[in-house]
């Protein structure tokens, strides 16, 4: 009964989880009961994408009404590649949270923090699963009101006006997404997303869809930080608690990236998005753009979280090149380093917030020396990094691997070289760490000797581990990618 | 133990080895005492495949998928076999040597250097009995990565700016131009696996095609160092001399050479290149890169940096051979990779006792010091003698099938390399022996005596193995041969 139940669990847990936290208040309790309701979150994504695998996709109705009137609830290989994403990320940075934040929060606020952390759970996984765009709109509101908290509650002042930046342009893209909905919505009757695939193409005014097509596009940009509306994002990423940057860094942008793949290959179809606009053409030379800017941009920035915020803004330039390509090989590569940065950019989040503990302070000058140091840190900063750059044996070679592929098989060798070539910049931006924790004396800044606490590092490595994991046994990352992909060309399910 | 298992030991061992080292790291006898076992682990393992290997058997390992249809898989074939034979049985002869370096020059960060040096030995391996580009490729990157901490072993200024050369063109290379290569063989062939006689014979590339990608692997594969991506080996002087001797005369260099190998063999297939005639423009390259490093060689005063260039034109007696693509140059090329191997390692374990005994490093200063140092300098002018090619040493014997290979094909202009690049070793490493031995030391230098023991047990085995090579070249030989499809 309650297996059947698993798709409106998956976010109804952690969703009563945040009352709960509030009602109970104590740091402690709210802890363990965030920790509890994500880590259930984890373990029905993983039970659902097992599910899927064998038996195809799922359809839930919320209130057992049907759809398209009632609400529905769909996990496809798609969807469960990212609920498990959310859910994983969302658990070992609630189980991080522990030590982190309370060095971080006066007491008396810490269950606020476990209370919004499940709300932006919810509302991510929320954005995920639902079938019903308007339903989405609504996930993708809770999710965003409770990372303006979070963004919010960090230590230095400048934090606050990073959430005001983050709510303006948030609120913004939001709104973007609704109109385009409501337009949808006037066109074809229906707020279903699988219903509106089916009618969008014999909807009464092309101008409607076609204004949705770029309202949607604008909206759901913002939220994925696509250049050049990425201006929100260092700095959220830079003074936000570090366990909100590992969380935020590795899961909302992925969610947004879903987002516009559900709108663009489940809504629209391929063809009506290269007929009404050309899209492919401006979303590739917006990724080339990002890719460059944002990577040369990280290169000479002296705050770690900034530098790695920047090297976001250029890793989603990858995924979005990836849809560009709208081929099988390049939509496989966008899914499956959507997984892969998530992992790998939280790995190094969760990493560099165990510098900051210690350190008080993530600045370039606080790495000096902390080869020896903080030596299990430094070794995990430095395999998440190598995964970053996309050496073999790490998660972000295979994306790379398929981004070639896919510009391989397209003929565009040019795009080859680009991709690449790019890869180098980020192996210079992570080498400014190496060279600093490595071949540099300890300056002033650096820490005394001694560890990121436990509680904080075994996250973290849980994640380096999950890089180097899955860039060596990928038949479960690779195989769900390419089956997504198929799913969005609309080949097998 | 089966093939399996002993490909796996073989793997394995050298990383176990890592993980006991960094444990005894505080005893520094017990660290040594596990360095040494580990090595003499690792040679046991080799040896137990080689048997099999020479009855024609290809032991196989397949473990992980590491991507769809390209698993991470091993195959012992004879050129792996070859490779891993003098890569590890020297891994013991350095590992005495390093004792006696690391101790008598009081280095620091003792520990750090025995793991990484294991590491290297473990990734070598990986390279060695890879049966498959993508794996090979883990283990190539793998090795670029774990022997960057040995090249800036210092710390210093110039370490640091060594080592960013060293990554720059090892990394810069290997992902810009050889990644891309591997990848659309994959687009193309829809394998990677090593075959004998090629996977890209059936793809439907057009001959401009096969030749642009030989030129992205050719290029890419950085480790080989040919002109223009050479820069690197230079750079990679700045590490301790043990680590120059083992890794840059042998495990990282001969990586290289001896991917460019198995890519011509066993990717684009011997037959299919001499066919469509892609690679005609090879040799010339080779040939420059032979000539020019000779010039450069013979142009240097340091000893580290003479003996770099050296190599750098030695690699290239590889890739020319290779490139000739006549079953006795590939077969010249094959045991090019072992006999340079012992004579490189040999002058390096040289040049390394010099600077501990005396702390010269200037080729200017070493007039006289054959009288102080008999035994350095002896087996120094048997390493030179072996990289001229004069008999009975072992360096004779490949340059003598390279010389029978070139004349088969018919390569007018190899004939004429490998003759000018003769007179050339002889030019640069000839002197060396002549001030040693024949001119008197000047007047006021310190007295000093020969290197620390461990320094000359090492070096003189080696001397004794590039005398007894040819006497003893019945194996390395039967791999030579079995790789270009003679024989057995």
């Known amino acids: 009964m309650t297996l059947a139940h698993l798709p409106a669990l998956v976010v109804v847990v952690p969703l009563l989880a945040a009352p709960l936290a509030v009602l109970l208040r104590r740091s402690s309790a709210a802890w363990a009961i965030a920790s509890a309701a994500c880590a259930f979150s984890f373990a029905a994504a993983l039970l659902l994408a097992a599910e899927v695998a064998a038996q195809g996709p799922i359809s839930y109705h919320l209130g057992s009404w049907p759809p398209p009137w009632g609400i529905e609830y769909r996990v496809d290989a798609l969807s469960a590649f990212v609920l498990v994403l959310v859910s994983g990320i969302g658990t070992l940075t609630a189980l991080y949270a522990w030590r982190s934040i309370a060095a971080e929060l006066p007491r008396d606020q810490l269950y606020l923090y476990y209370a919004m952390h499940c709300l932006c759970v919810a509302g991510l996984l929320g954005m995920t699963i639902t079938g019903d765009a308007f339903n989405l709109f609504v996930f993708m509101e809770i999710a965003s009101l409770s990372s303006y908290v979070l963004i919010a509650l960090g230590r230095d002042r400048r934090a606050l006006l990073a959430a005001y930046q983050y709510l303006i342009l948030g609120t913004i893209g939001a709104t973007f997404y609704v109109i385009g909905v409501g337009l949808l919505y006037l066109a074809t009757g229906t707020l279903n997303i699988a219903d509106l695939a089916e009618r969008l193409p014999q909807a009464a005014s092309p101008r409607a869809v076609l204004a949705a097509l770029a309202f949607i596009t604008v909206g759901v940009s913002l939220k994925l930080a696509l250049f050049p509306l990425h201006f929100w994002l260092p700095n959220a990423y830079a003074y936000a608690p570090s366990a909100v940057t590992a969380f935020l860094a590795a899961t909302a942008t992925k969610v947004s990236v879903y987002v516009l793949l559900r709108f663009y290959f489940g809504i629209f179809g391929l063809q009506l998005v290269t007929e009404l606009l050309p899209m492919r053409e401006i979303l590739l030379a917006l990724s080339l753009v990002a890719i460059l800017t944002a990577s040369l941009v990280a290169l000479w920035q002296a705050d770690l979280k900034r530098l790695f915020a920047y090297s976001s803004v250029a890793q989603i330039g990858y995924i979005t090149l990836g849809i560009s390509m709208a081929s099988h090989d390049g939509l496989t590569a966008a899914v499956v380093h959507l997984f892969n940065h998530g992992i790998t950019k939280g790995a190094l989040f969760l990493l560099i917030g165990g510098i900051a503990l210690r350190a008080r302070g993530a600045s370039l000058e606080c790495a000096r020396g902390l080869g020896r140091s903080m030596p299990l840190t430094s070794l995990g900063v430095v395999i998440a990094g190598l995964s970053l750059i996309g050496v073999p044996g790490t998660a972000g070679f295979v994306s790379k691997w398929y981004l070639v592929l896919g510009a391989i098989e397209a003929g565009s060798w040019w795009l080859v070289a680009f991709v690449v070539a790019t890869s180098l910049i980020a192996a210079a931006y992570v080498w400014r760490f190496v060279e600093a924790a490595y071949l540099s004396a300890p300056g002033a800044r650096t820490p005394e000797p001694g560890e990121t606490p436990a509680t904080m590092l075994v996250p973290a490595w849980i994640l380096v581990a999950a890089c180097v994991g899955f860039g060596l046994q990928t038949s479960w990352s690779v195989g769900t990618a390419q089956r997504a992909a198929a799913l969005l060309l609309g080949g097998a399910p | ?488």
């Open chain 2, 1 to 488: 133990m089966s093939g399996a298992q002993l490909i796996a030991a073989a793997l394995l061992v050298p990383a176990a080895g890592a993980a006991g080292i960094a444990l005894a790291g505080r005893w520094p006898n017990l660290r040594e005492s596990v360095t040494l076992a580990t090595a003499a682990a690792l040679l046991a393992c080799v040896l137990g495949l080689l048997p099999a290997v020479l009855a024609g058997e290809r032991p196989q390992l397949a473990v992980l998928e590491m991507l769809p249809g390209i698993a991470l898989g091993f195959r012992v074939e004879p050129l792996g076999m070859l490779f891993a034979l003098v890569a590890s049985s020297l891994w013991i002869v350095n590992s005495v040597y390093s004792i006696g370096y690391m101790r008598g020059n009081d280095e620091p960060r003792q520990t750090r250097f025995y793991v990484c040096f294991a590491l290297a030995l473990a990734a070598t391996m990986g390279i060695a009995f890879s049966a498959n580009l993508l794996t090979l490729f883990l283990f190539y990157e793998m090795l670029t990565l774990v022997t960057w901490p040995l090249v800036t072993h210092h710390g210093d200024d110039e370490a640091r700016a060594g080592g960013r050369t060293y990554l720059g063109f090892l990394l810069g290379t290997s992902i810009v131009l050889l990644l891309p290569a591997i990848i659309a063989t994959w687009a193309f062939a829809g394998t990677l696996e090593f075959v004998h006689g090629g996977i890209l014979r059936g793809a439907g590339l057009s001959n401009a095609a096969v030749g642009g990608l030989l030129a992205l692997y050719m290029f890419g594969i950085g480790k080989a160092a040919l002109l223009p991506f050479h820069r690197w080996l230079p750079a990679a002087m700045v590490a301790p001399t043990p680590v120059s001797a083992l890794l840059h005369a042998v495990a990282v260099v001969k990586a290289g050479v001896f991917t460019v190998v198995k890519v011509i063999v066993y990717v684009f297939g011997v037959e299919t290149l001499a066919e469509v005639r892609a690679a005609d423009w090879l040799p010339t390259v080779a040939g420059f890169t032979i000539i020019a490093a000779s010039i450069v060689a013979l142009r240097s005063d340091n000893l580290k940096r003479r003996l770099a260039y050296s190599t750098v034109s030695q690699l290239s007696y590889v890739v020319l051979a290779a490139s000739l693509l006549t079953p006795l140059s590939v077969a010249a090329a094959a045991l090019h990779i072992a006999a340079h191997a012992v004579g490189k390692i040999t002058l390096f374990f040289a040049a390394g006792a010099i600077y501990t005994a005396s702390h010269k490093t200037e080729v200017s200063q070493l007039d006289g010091i054959g009288r102080r140092m008999p035994w350095t300098m002896g087996a120094f002018a048997i390493g030179a003698l072996s990289l001229i090619g004069i008999p009975p040493a072992a360096g004779f014997l490949s340059k003598w099938m390279m010389f029978q290979g070139a004349a088969a094909a018919g390569h007018h202009v190899a004939l004429a390399v490998l003759a000018l690049s003769t007179l050339l070793n002889a030019a640069y490493f000839l002197p060396i022996v002549h001030a040693a031995f024949l001119r008197q030391p000047r007047a006021g230098e310190a007295v000093h005596g020969e290197a620390p023991k461990p320094m000359l047990v090492a070096l003189a085995l080696t001397a004794v193995a590039t005398l007894g090579l040819p006497f003893l070249a019945a194996v390395p030989l039967a791999l030579a041969r079995a790789t270009a499809g003679i024989g057995p």
